[in-house]
Nanobody, 111 residues
Framework: VQLQASGGGLVQAGGSLRLSCAVS????????IAWFRQAPGKEREGVAC????????VYSDSVKGRFTISRDIAKKTLYLQMNSLKTEDTAVYYC?????WGRGTLVTVSS
């Protein structure tokens, strides 16, 4: 079982990034799948989640309207499109699915 997150990097405030999370070793699409993040010195927090087969989504208030979570079941990949990035979005971003966690990808937003 592997969840491989990628797409992080350094971006200026106001910029955009798209994170990907490739899932292998699991049947994809039957469980809720989510992105979390952990900023330096802070607890891990939920960012966005796809909660159902109908692709219903839930977002934290801090990213609502700026981030979009999506998935491609055929490619077994989860995405997080992040727009209008702020310095406070700087964190390691993790994908989680069916009780498994990816290794994380670092997003750094500079002012």
């Amino acid at each position: 079982v592997q969840l491989q997150a990628s797409g992080g990097g350094l971006v200026q405030a106001g910029g955009s990034l798209r994170l990907s999370c490739a899932v292998s070793g699991l049947t994809f699409g039957n469980s809720a799948i989510a992105w979390f993040r952990q900023a330096p010195g802070k607890e891990r927090e939920g960012v966005a989640c796809i909660v159902s087969d109908n692709d219903d989504t839930v977002y934290s208030d801090s990213v609502k309207g700026r981030f979009t979570i999506s998935r491609d079941i055929a490619k077994k990949t989860l995405y997080l499109q992040m727009n209008s990035l702020k310095t406070e979005d700087t964190a390691v971003y993790y994908c989680a699915y069916d009780g498994y966690w990816g290794r994380g990808t670092l997003v750094t937003v500079s002012s």
